[in-house]
């Protein structure tokens, strides 16, 4: 997702060829990289001679692949593929309906439910101009002057004298032509589509009462005499053309206002996409160093990063020192310092050191194009509050339009001479005042400008709903490791049992835990490795589902894990409880090494707190939220940790599935809950939860199962992310209310129910000004989201 290049080059692959071979395949002399199929020109330094032909490369890794087995990527199928490719369309874009996202079409157009402009599922930073903006755009500027000059003719032509009123309305109807049959055709186009799928909408009502006004002008022009005497006013048959090009003129604004707010709410996903840097400098095998488009970068590539760059790709440091600004993905003010073995995110700002990275995520599995994609995604869904909108949208063009009718009627044989053209002209204005836009509007707006704002922020929401459901929570389960602490444990020591001695114990653990992915398992090989102790391999290794681990290691039995784990293998662990006690006390965690039932010493390994950690607790306490730890580490470590950040709470040794029974017996009991988790553990309760946070310093696993990530794995996101949820929730009943008044009090007013006590009639084209504007407005107040955390 995070270049669109990338697809683009995809699509056109072309197989490397002979120089004069470029421009008689292909005019425009583009070439491809035999290997990945990137797009190459005769410039590239990496080129290679075979049977004759010249190859050109994007890279010296695939130069080098190709060298090593060139009839690899020349056998007939590759060049089959190479063909079939080149001639294959680029892959399309998806375009979807902000108000429906379930349509979706490979080509733009209109929306068949609402009629409204499909826009592309993700944006790009290319495509700044909305195709149907400058339309909009071109045909209200163009058709502006005709409309102001029949309306200055019918509000003052009979005292100017210039014409007689027969030829002026003559006039008007020549100056109205352009108006209502090129400017308007947009609407009738939406209208009638509206009318065939079957789903009023606000196109069914401008096109009806644009059409009723404009049909009986022009009938009252050409043939007068079709209509009594009671028709006549000022000497000519009364014509309502400037009501017509009136309201096609304003709703040509209103629509030209709207779209260009709406444009602004995919701001947030276009400084994302623009944070990216263009290229990359490579560092080849040779030691030569060269720019390259980011395209153009593999995973394993080492890339250099000079102080005040960004950081191209997620990788990991390999040489040098510096301290990166990450806060453009995780809102993280203070810049992070990295040393060698630490991991960077891509687009990140490089502020002192030189860095030299190894490119381990590329392309679309980036962290920045992950968020990109979450964004997006969440962007298009749908808030449960839109559906009661949707569902009234549709019944009442049905209404507006029984109301409309029974206005003309009314007014037709009970209201003042001219009877039937004010009957005619009321209800023109009931259909326009009551396009039911700003009630489809009000939900989607504040979900695509919240959704971006939480971006910025460090908050991904997946969907709507989260943002919708994330006020309610009044519980919430954490996680204990990587969650409040670092997640990044630290070896502390080993105590034997018996006469085995510390290092031995380091030893035997690291060697078993070698096929292990737990964090706890990384900081004692880590540390077994810095002493230089040898690690002996491991089989018929098993991973005990959070409790510990299981294996051979030089033809012993060994088992490493907490107190519940030696408990299931009968293993007897009084000699060190009480040391283990002491150290539980400080906060570390506790693992029991037993090699054939017999215990063998324990392990100490703390993990300590984020910094950040103690306030976010307090924050959420103060909230109101009752805040549990639930941790798959020994109790006593657990309540240490829990003790120091006033946590009252505390479950420890649980078991993926006690997460999961934990947060059902809390939601029995009536509580909304929000669990937030890092690991591969934590999904089942994530996706259980009534909202899932996972910390973006953690597993996808947990990413996929969660309804919020926090990009920097910070507990004060959530603050942030509930914050934003009121604002947003708040923002959304302000809209819905503003349509719901507006409609309730402008349908009667235009249908003249006030007429009778004060003599007050709503004009057709005051009602398309508040139409238009009622729309632009519901957009506007969306985008105050952007100030509101």
């Given at each position: 997702?995070?270049q669109?290049?990338?697809?683009?080059?995809h699509?056109?692959?072309?197989?490397?060829?002979?120089?004069?071979?470029a421009?008689?395949?292909?005019?425009?002399?583009?070439?491809?990289?035999?290997?990945?199929?990137?797009?190459?020109?005769?410039?590239s330094?990496?080129?290679?001679?075979?049977?004759g032909?010249?190859?050109y490369?994007?890279s010296?890794?695939?130069?080098g692949?190709?060298?090593?087995d060139?009839?690899?990527?020349?056998?007939?199928?590759?060049?089959?593929?190479?063909?079939?490719?080149?001639?294959?369309?680029a892959?399309?874009?998806i375009?979807?309906?902000?108000?429906?996202?379930?349509?979706?079409?490979?080509?733009?157009?209109?929306?068949?439910?609402?009629?409204?402009?499909?826009e592309?599922?993700?944006?790009?930073?290319e495509?700044?101009?909305?195709?149907e903006?400058?339309?909009?755009?071109?045909?209200?500027?163009?058709?502006?002057?005709?409309?102001?000059?029949?309306?200055?003719?019918?509000?003052?032509?009979?005292?100017?004298?210039?014409?007689?009123m027969?030829?002026?309305?003559?006039?008007?109807?020549v100056l109205?032509?352009?108006v209502v049959?090129?400017?308007?055709?947009?609407?009738?186009?939406?209208?009638?589509?509206?009318?065939i799928?079957?789903?009023?909408?606000?196109?069914?009502?401008?096109?009806?009462?644009?059409?009723?006004?404009?049909?009986y002008?022009?009938?009252?022009?050409?043939?007068?005499?079709?209509?009594?005497?009671?028709?006549?006013?000022?000497?000519?048959v009364?014509?309502?053309?400037?009501?017509?090009?009136?309201?096609i003129?304003?709703?040509?604004?209103?629509?030209?206002?709207?779209?260009r707010?709406?444009?602004?709410?995919?701001?947030?996903?276009?400084?994302l996409?623009?944070?990216?840097p263009k290229t990359?400098?490579?560092?080849?095998a040779?030691?030569t160093?060269?720019?390259?488009?980011?395209?153009?970068?593999?995973?394993?590539?080492r890339?250099?990063?000079?102080?005040?760059?960004?950081?191209?790709?997620?990788?990991?440091?390999?040489e040098?020192?510096?301290s990166?600004?990450?806060?453009?993905?995780?809102?993280?003010?203070?810049?992070?310092?990295?040393?060698?073995?630490?991991?960077?995110?891509?687009?990140t700002?490089?502020?002192?050191?030189?860095?030299?990275?190894?490119?381990?995520?590329?392309?679309?599995?980036?962290?920045?194009?992950?968020?990109?994609?979450?964004?997006?995604?969440?962007?298009?869904?749908?808030a449960?509050m839109?559906?009661?909108?949707?569902?009234?949208?549709?019944?009442?063009v049905?209404?507006?339009?029984?109301i409309?009718?029974?206005t003309?009627?009314?007014w037709?044989?009970?209201?003042?001479?001219?009877?039937?053209?004010?009957?005619?002209?009321?209800?023109?204005?009931?259909?326009?005042?009551a396009?039911p836009c700003?009630?489809?509007?009000?939900?989607?707006?504040?979900?695509m400008?919240?959704?971006?704002?939480?971006?910025?922020?460090?908050?991904?929401?997946?969907d709507?709903?989260?943002?919708?459901n994330?006020?309610?929570?009044?519980?919430?389960?954490?996680?204990k490791?990587?969650?409040?602490?670092?997640?990044?444990?630290?070896?502390?020591?080993?105590?034997?049992?018996?006469?085995?001695?510390?290092?031995?114990?380091?030893?035997?653990?690291?060697?078993l835990?070698?096929?292990?992915e737990?964090?706890?398992?990384?900081?004692?090989?880590?540390?077994?490795?810095?002493?230089?102790?040898?690690?002996?391999?491991?089989?018929?290794?098993?991973?005990?589902?959070g409790?510990?681990v299981?294996?051979r290691?030089?033809?012993n039995?060994?088992?490493?894990?907490?107190t519940?784990l030696?408990?299931?293998?009968?293993?007897?662990v009084?000699?060190l409880?009480?040391?283990?006690?002491?150290?539980?006390?400080?906060g570390?965690?506790?693992?029991f090494?037993?090699?054939?039932?017999?215990?063998?010493?324990?392990?100490?390994?703390?993990?300590?707190?984020?910094?950040?950690?103690?306030?976010?607790?307090?924050?959420l306490q103060?909230?109101?939220?009752?805040?549990?730890m639930?941790?798959?580490?020994g109790?006593?470590t657990?309540?240490?940790?829990?003790?120091q950040?006033?946590i009252?709470?505390v479950?420890?040794?649980?078991?993926?599935?006690?997460?999961?029974?934990?947060?059902?017996?809390?939601?029995?009991?009536?509580?909304?809950?929000?669990?937030?988790?890092?690991?591969?553990?934590d999904?089942?309760?994530?996706?259980k939860?009534?909202?899932?946070?996972?910390m973006?310093?953690?597993?996808?696993?947990?990413?996929?199962?969660a309804?919020?990530?926090?990009?920097?794995?910070?507990?004060?996101?959530i603050?942030?992310?509930?914050?934003?949820?009121?604002?947003t929730?708040?923002?959304?009943?302000?809209?819905?209310?503003?349509?719901?008044?507006?409609n309730?009090?402008?349908?009667?007013?235009?249908?003249?129910v006030?007429?009778?006590?004060?003599?007050?009639?709503?004009?057709?084209?005051f009602?398309?000004?508040?139409?238009?504007?009622?729309?632009?407005?519901v957009?506007?107040?969306a985008?105050?989201?952007?100030?509101?955390?």
């Open positions: 997702m995070m669109p290049d990338t697809d683009h080059n699509g056109h692959r072309h197989h490397g060829h002979h120089h004069h071979d421009s008689s395949d292909n005019p425009l002399g583009d070439l491809a990289d035999p290997v990945c199929g990137m797009r190459v020109t005769e410039q330094p990496h080129h290679a001679e075979h049977q032909e010249s190859f490369f994007c010296t890794k695939c130069l692949a190709f060298k090593d060139p009839e690899k990527y020349l056998t007939p199928k590759k060049l089959d593929e190479s063909a079939s490719q080149a001639t294959a369309p892959p399309n874009t375009y979807t309906c902000p108000m429906h996202p379930q349509i979706r079409r490979d080509h733009p157009g209109n929306c068949p439910i609402c009629g409204m402009g499909l592309p599922l993700m944006p790009s930073l495509d700044d101009d909305n195709p903006l400058k339309d909009f755009t071109r045909r209200f500027w163009w058709t502006l002057p005709f409309t102001v000059i029949v309306t200055a003719l019918a509000m003052s032509g009979h005292q100017l004298g210039w014409f007689s027969a030829t002026q309305t003559w006039v008007e109807l109205s032509l352009p049959l090129w400017a308007g055709q947009p609407f009738f186009v939406r209208g009638w589509q509206s009318v799928n079957r789903s009023p909408n606000m196109w069914t009502l401008i096109g009806l009462g644009t059409a009723a006004a404009f049909i002008s022009v009938v009252a022009t050409v043939a007068p005499g079709v209509f009594p005497d009671t028709f006549m006013s000022m000497g000519r009364a014509v309502y053309f400037e009501a017509a090009v009136v309201i003129s304003l709703t040509l604004f209103g629509q030209i206002l709207e779209l707010a709406r444009s602004q709410t995919s701001a947030a996903i276009k400084s996409l623009g944070l990216a990359a400098r490579r560092i080849n040779d030691g160093e060269e720019d390259v488009p980011l395209t153009h970068v593999h995973e394993g590539d890339l250099r990063v000079r102080p005040g760059e960004k950081v191209p790709v997620d990788g990991t440091v390999e040098g020192s510096s990166l600004d990450e806060s453009m993905l995780t809102g993280e003010p203070l810049p992070v310092s990295k040393r060698p073995g630490d991991q960077v995110i891509g687009a700002m490089n502020t002192s050191g030189s860095l030299v990275i190894r490119a381990e995520k590329v392309g679309s599995a980036t962290v920045l194009s992950q968020i990109v994609q979450l964004v997006a995604q969440a962007q298009r869904s749908r449960p839109q559906r009661m909108a949707d569902l009234v949208a549709g019944y009442f049905m209404t507006v339009v029984v409309a009718v029974a003309l009627i009314v037709g044989f009970f209201g003042p001479q001219p009877s039937w053209v004010y009957g005619l002209i009321n209800a023109v204005a009931v259909l326009i005042i396009c700003a009630l489809g509007l009000a939900t989607p707006m504040s979900i400008v919240a959704t971006g704002k939480g971006a910025t922020q460090g908050v991904l929401f997946r709507a709903a989260a943002i919708e994330f006020r309610k929570v009044d519980t919430l389960i954490v996680d490791t990587g969650t409040l602490t670092e997640g990044r444990p630290t070896f502390e020591q080993a105590v034997p049992a018996g006469d085995t001695t510390a290092d031995e114990v380091l030893r035997l653990a690291a060697s835990d070698q096929g292990s737990h964090p706890l398992a990384h900081a004692i090989v880590n540390a077994a490795r810095e002493r230089g102790l040898t690690l002996s391999a491991v089989d018929d290794f098993e991973s005990g589902s409790i510990g299981r294996g290691v030089d033809g039995y060994l088992v490493l894990g907490n519940a030696m408990r299931q293998e009968d293993v007897d009084t000699v409880t009480e040391t283990a006690e002491s150290l539980r006390a400080k570390a965690s506790v693992m090494l037993a090699t054939g039932g017999q215990l063998t010493g324990l392990l100490a390994v703390s993990d300590p707190i984020k910094q950040s950690t103690p306030e976010a607790v307090q924050d103060n909230a109101g939220i009752r805040v549990i639930a941790t798959g580490d109790v006593a657990a309540k240490a940790v829990a003790q950040l006033g009252d709470e479950h420890g040794e649980v078991k993926p599935a006690d997460k999961l029974g934990l947060v059902t017996k809390l939601q029995s009991e009536g509580r909304i809950v929000a669990m937030a988790g890092d690991g591969i553990n999904a089942p309760a994530l996706a939860a009534n909202v899932g946070i996972a973006g310093t953690g597993t996808d696993v947990a990413m996929n199962s309804q919020v990530t926090l990009v920097k794995g910070d507990l004060r996101g603050s942030i992310a509930r914050h934003l949820s009121d604002q929730i708040a923002n959304m009943k302000q809209n819905l209310g503003f349509a719901f008044v507006y309730a009090l402008g349908v009667p007013l235009a249908a003249g006030l007429y009778p006590f004060m003599g007050l009639l709503l004009s057709p084209m009602a398309a000004l508040a139409m238009s504007l009622s729309s632009a407005s957009v506007f107040n985008l105050r989201l952007r100030n509101s955390v």
